[in-house]
C-alpha cells in the first residue's frame, strides 16, 4: 500500500474578482523510503498542493473543489487528509508529517531560542519530560550538522547563518520522525557548498529511518541529486511525470523540454539561453501547442536568432572585443580595499575587534566587461558591492572609477557622478516602493538628477526603458504587488537603466528566480551589454550562472580574492582548494550519474 495516494485533487481561490483554478486534477502516489519531486514554474501550484495535504491553506479564500489524500497514519491509521478535523490535523502535523518551509527566517519564532522551538514541538507530540527533550534537541542537531550544538541550542535564530537556520528547520521536522517529509525549496539561495551539506542531510534521514520526501523545487539540478520520480507542474495539473533518468534522459511534454533546456551549463559559454515560450505556445485559457508541431517555417520564424542558427557557443559579443582592445585604462580598477566592522561588547565601550568582511581586495574591471563574483554567504560579496558604490563606507583602499577616487569622493560630487553606476538587488519586491506606481519609481532617479528633459519627454523616457526589459507600456500604471517576481526584476533593471549609467552591481540578482525566468532576465542583461555597452560586476553563488555570465571571475573566501582569472580556466582548472570545493559541490545532472545513484 501507498503512504501517500493523492487523486484529482481540485483547489480555487475565491476573489471579488472571480475564482482562480491554482490545482486542477493533481493526483500521485508515494511509497515510503521514496523522494518524489514536484518541479514547476512559480505559481504552478506546488506549494498549494502540499500546504493543502496539511491543511494549511488560508481559508476561506483557498477552497479544495473535489479529490482526495489518502494517508497511513500511526496514530490515526488510514485517513483522508483532506477531510479532517483541526484536532485530527494538529495529531498528524509533525508527527505523521512535516514540512521545511522555503524562508526559514520567517518559519522561525523570534523571539525564541533555536533550541526551545525544538524542545516545544517535542513537548507537544511526545511524553518527554524537559530534560529529555532538551537532550534529545542537541542530538538533533548533531544529526542535523549544525556546529556547536550546544550553543545553537541557546542561539536566536538572528544569531546564526541561513543554512545553519535551515537545518534548525530539519531538525525541527524530523524531531518526532516522521513518515513523511514535505520539502518546500528548501535550498533555494542557499550556497552550493551549504545546499550539497542539506541534500546530503537529507538523503541520510531518509536512508536510516524511512522517511519519504516530497521535495518541491525549481532546480532541476537538485532534482537530479536527490529524486527518485518527478510530477512536472505547469498552471496548476501535471503535464508529465516518471522517474527521474527518464525525465531527464527523454521528457516527452514540451514544458518539460524547455525547463530542461533553459538552466545555464558550466559549458554553455556565450550562447543565449533557450526560455520555455520556444518550446511550446499558450493561449489565454492555457492550452498549448508544442512547437515542434508547428509547421517549420512558423517556427523558424519565431525562435530567435541564435536558436535557429548553429552559432559558436563559445564567441563573445563583439561590444566586448571592441571595448576591450581600445581601452586604454579599466573603467574600475580597486586597490587594497578594506571594509572592517567593530564590535563592541557594550553599547559605549570602544570596539575590542573587528569582523574583516573585505580585507585588503585588489582587482579591475575593463569597460564592457562582466566579472563574476562568486563565493559562499558571509565571504564578504555584497558588501564589496555596496562599498565599491559607497553604500557602505570603506574603512581604506583606493575605488577608481575612470580614475577618480570615488572612496574619497566629497559627498556632493558623488551623488553627481552615481548617475554612471547602479546597483540591481537580490530582492526585487524589496527593492521597490509598494506605495509608488512602477511608472513613478522609474521616473524617479530621472527627477532626482533633473536628466531626461521635460516631464513628458521622461515619462517617454519610462515607456521605452519598460519597452527595453520586455514590459508593456501598461505597466507604467500598476503597482509592484501586481508583477511576478520576473517582471519585477525587470522593472528594477528598467530603474537602473534610466540614468544610462556605465556600470552595473547585480547583487544575486537571478538566485530566486524560477529557471525559465532566470533565463529570460540572463538573455536580456546580456543583451543590454552587447547594444548599451554596459559593464557589470556580477555576483551570485551560483557557479553555472556565473560561467554563463562571465568573462572573468573573482572568488572570494573570509574578506578576500583566493583566485581570479578568465571564467573559462578557473572552471576548467581550479587552482585554489576552495574554488575546487565550490565546484565539487555543484549538482550534477549527468544520465550515467544519474542511474548509478537510483540504482545503487
Known sequence: MPLLSVQDLTIDFRSQRGHTRAVAGVSFEMSRGEVVAIVGESGSGKSVTSLALLGLLARPAAHIEEGTARFESEKLGEVDLLQLTETQLQQVRGNDISMIFQEPMTSLNPVLTCGNQVVEALRLHTSLSVQEAEARTIELFTEAQLPRPAQIFKAYPHEISGGQKQRVMIAMAMACRPALLIADEPTTALDVTVQARILQLIRDLRREHGTAVLFITHDLGVVAEIADRILVMYRGRVVEQGSVLDIFTDPQHPYTRGLLACRPYLSIGKARLPVVADFMVTDAAGNFTDRALMAPVQVAAELPAQLRTNSDTTKTFPVEQNQRSTAVLPLLQVENLQVYFPIRKGFFTRATTYVRAVDEVSFTINAGETVGLVGESGCGKTTLGRALLRLTEPTAGRILFEGTDLARLPTGELR?????????????????????????????????????????????????????????????????????????QRICIARALALRPKF?????????????????????????????????????????????????????????????????????????????????????????????????
Not at 512602477?438 to 521605452?464: D, F, M, Y
Not at 540578482?509 to 538573455?523: C, E, H, I, P, R
Not at 578568465?566 to 555543484?586: E, K, S, W
Open 416 to 488: 553627481h557622478r552615481r548617475r554612471e553606476f547602479q546597483l540591481v538587488f537580490q530582492d526585487p519586491y524589496a527593492a521597490l516602493n509598494p506605495m509608488l506606481t512602477v511608472g513613478e519609481a522609474i521616473l524617479e532617479p530621472l527627477r532626482v538628477h533633473g536628466v531626461g528633459g521635460t516631464r513628458a519627454e521622461q515619462k517617454t523616457r519610462v515607456r521605452e526603458l519598460l519597452r527595453t526589459v520586455g514590459l508593456s507600456e501598461d505597466a507604467e500604471q500598476r503597482y509592484p504587488h501586481e508583477f511576478s517576481g520576473g517582471q519585477r
Open 504 to 600: 552595473i552591481v547585480c547583487d544575486e540578482s537571478v538566485s530566486a528566480l524560477d529557471v525559465s525566468v532566470q533565463a529570460q532576465v540572463l538573455n536580456l542583461l546580456n543583451d543590454l551589454k552587447r547594444e548599451l555597452g554596459i559593464t557589470y560586476l556580477f555576483i551570485t553563488h551560483d557557479l553555472s550562472v556565473a560561467r554563463f555570465m562571465s568573462d572573468r571571475l573573482l572568488v572570494m573566501s573570509q574578506g578576500k580574492i583566493v583566485e581570479s582569472g578568465p571564467a573559462a580556466d578557473v572552471y576548467a582548472h581550479p587552482q585554489h582548494p576552495y574554488t575546487q570545493q565550490l565546484l565539487a559541490a555543484i549538482p550534477s545532472d549527468d544520465p550515467a550519474r544519474i542511474a548509478a545513484r537510483t540504482i545503487g
